[in-house]
């Protein structure tokens, strides 16, 4: 959950480190760091507590020469408060030698030992600063930085991405990965080295993902990659799908709010080229067959967090349609539960980053248990994917806000993908079934976009009226259910307010009992249109609350007269067929999430003891 970024090239280091960084800072942001070497061959290196503008204005005030390598790092800490001798990057004994890290080596005390024991000084609480003093001893005996990078990376146990330069190598700079994220960018008389190809999109749209307990060493005119015993292992270019200006701002007053105005074409983009005459066909799950997924017998979907919500509602659809029996489960759980799984099951797993360690684990897990295993995932190269049979990516652009929102509505369209292309290999639904939610599917990008016209406004206006606010409660049935999920994350990740969301029929069993006066509830309300609707049953949970003084905002199908009794709010959403109102329901509890956060001056896009990917366990 650190960004990291490495460049080779001419003597534009500073501009490239520092660019690269603040287009990964939603990764971590807690203290940030360079090292350049300077054209005199001397290295030069700065690091700061604090977020990367803090040492964006150090270096304005104390310049350090510019260079044609240099290494650079924003943090979130974990071994070690963020503060400035825990920044990376990390020396040898000599200073020569830079380092920066990713993640967690989880025997860092006993190699801190060994090197306590021959009289090393250490500057920090990391256990980066270990690897960089492993590091920088063998390259004294090889003079060598990659075969020293080798040596150390085979000792070590847990999660790494490692970056390292010395000052007696200009143009060098070797990395090594495993179980953390690494991509290769791939410039003219230049390369580059990020954890995800935010770090360089803006200089080159060429790209390598680096594989497993692989190795890289770049130079201007050379890119070589080896796995950890020396080997050279194939590698494949890729070309990134979205342009710098797709991770910039682009004008608005944050990204999350540019992010939720894209959740239309998040929608429309997911579906691009995965329809054709009104049917679902999803080349890319080839790899797995079709004739394995009709055999499938169980369908587990793995993630954490928003993901997992998507997850939830995707099981709705999935089994609805394809009449598979869907199992959801947070990663953390099902990785360490020893669960049932087998060649019959299909293992979803899904995540924006394609990063999350414990889905990255839960994955592992099942291609070590013969599932058939498929990643929904929204960042080309990711480390996920690569480790799955199979991956379809949904196309919502890069989603740099910590709280997540478009590629929420991307994953459940991803999702919904999936269980129609199983309906149709398993023929439980008709192609005239299967065109109607097709339609339903192709319809929400403009119903989004009418809520967003509609209600952003009143949305706003509310959230200004709450700042105060101490709690809410989310409750929603069904699909319902999920949305008020998703509402209560927004709310605590984005406001830091206690939220909880409830299965509406749960209410009577126990939380009933947090209703007095005043307790603010937000209600997800099913159409009334469908004659098996749960409608009635969740204006009776209004009732419920009502009478004992609860303060009801209701998302409500625009139109439907028999809630307005009842709630203090109504926010319309535009009517859909019963799967796919969590598409328009969502949108108002991400507004109201952002909308929230920002009226109390909060930072919507870098909430506090927040990273956008969970890169460590
Ligand atoms: C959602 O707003 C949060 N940022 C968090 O719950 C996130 O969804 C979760 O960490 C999973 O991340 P992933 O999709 O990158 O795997």
Redesign the pocket.
């Known amino acids: 959950m650190c960004g990291i970024v490495g460049y080779v090239g001419d003597s534009k280091s500073l501009e490239v480190l520092l660019g690269g960084l603040k287009r990964l800072e939603y990764r971590g942001y807690d203290s940030a760091g360079v090292a350049v070497l300077d054209a005199d061959g001397h290295m030069a290196t700065r690091k700061r507590a604090g977020k990367l503008q803090v040492l964006v204005d150090d270096l304005t005030d104390r310049p350090i020469a510019n260079g044609a390598t240099g290494i650079g790092h924003t943090r979130w800490a974990t071994h070690g408060g963020p503060t400035d001798r825990n920044a990376h990057p990390h020396l040898g004994d000599d200073g020569k030698l830079a380092l920066i890290h990713n993640g967690i080596i989880e025997n860092f005390s006993e190699l801190k030992q060994e090197l306590l024991d021959s009289g090393a000084t250490f500057t920090s609480e990391t256990d980066t600063e270990v690897a960089a003093l492993l590091v920088g001893r063998e390259y004294d005996e090889t003079h060598d930085l990659t075969e020293s990078l080798r040596r150390v990376v085979a000792r070590l146990k847990g999660a790494f991405t490692l970056l390292v330069m010395h000052e007696d190598q200009p143009g060098v700079v070797v990395g090594a990965r495993r179980n953390s994220p690494l991509v290769i960018g791939l410039g003219d008389g230049e390369n580059f080295l990020g954890s995800d190809v935010a770090a360089f999109v803006e200089f080159t749209r060429r790209a390598v993902a680096i594989g497993q307990d692989q190795i890289v060493t770049i130079r201007t005119d050379s890119v070589v990659v080896t796995d950890f015993d020396g080997n050279p292992v194939e590698t494949e270019e890729f070309e990134i799908a979205w342009d710098a200006s797709a991770s910039d701002k682009g004008g608005w007053s944050s990204f999350m709010a540019k992010e939720i105005s894209e959740e239309p074409e998040a929608v429309a983009n997911t579906l691009l080229g995965r329809v054709h005459d009104g049917i679902v066909t999803l080349k890319e799950l080839e790899p797995i067959g079709d004739d394995v997924l009709a055999g499938i017998d169980r369908i587990v979907l793995i ?6 919500y998507a997850g939830m509602l995707g099981k709705y659809a999935i089994e609805q349609w394809s009449r598979i029996p869907v199992d959801v489960e947070l ?1 953390h759980e099902f990785r360490y539960r020893n669960p049932i799984i087998n060649e019959r099951t299909l293992v979803i797993s ?7 360690m ?2 990255l684990m839960a994955v592992k897990y099942a291609m070590e248990h013969n599932a058939r295993v498929l990643s929904v ?3 080309q190269g990711a480390t ?1 994917p690569r480790e799955s049979h199979a991956v379809v990516y949904t196309h919502a652009g890069p989603e740099v806000a ?4 478009k ?2 509505v991307a ?1 459940v369209t991803a999702l919904y993908l999936i269980g129609l292309h199983l309906a149709r290999v398993r023929e439980t639904l008709t192609d005239a079934e299967i065109r109607a939610n097709v339609a339903e599917l192709q319809a929400v990008p403009d119903k989004i976009a009418e809520v967003l016209r509609v209600s952003q406004a009143e949305i706003g206006q509310l959230a200004h009226w709450m700042t105060d606010t101490q709690s809410v409660l989310f409750l929603g049935r069904n699909v319902g259910y999920p949305v008020a999920l998703e509402g209560a ?2 709310l605590k ?1 984005l406001a830091y307010i206690h939220a909880e969301g409830f299965a509406a029929g749960e209410l009577k069993h126990g939380p009933i009992a947090l209703i007095e006066p005043g307790q603010v509830v937000i209600v997800v309300v099913p159409s009334p249109r469908d004659p098996d609707s749960l409608h009635p049953k969740v204006v009776s949970n209004i009732q419920e609350i009502r009478a004992r003084g609860a303060r009801v905002i209701a998302i409500a199908e625009k139109g439907d007269a028999s809630v307005l009794p009842f709630a203090d709010e109504v926010i319309p959403i535009p009517l859909a067929g019963h799967l796919f109102e969590p598409f328009l329901a969502v949108v108002p509890l991400h507004i109201f999430g952002m909308e929230l956060a920002s009226a109390k001056g909060l930072d919507v896009d870098q909430p506090r003891n ?1 990273a ?3 890169t460590v366990e």
């Open positions: 993630a954490c967090g928003t993901a997992a990663s899904i995540s924006q980053s394609g990063e999350t414990d889905t995932c929204n960042t996920i910590v709280a997540s929102t590629a929420f994953q994350l927004k990740e927040l956008k990917s969970v």
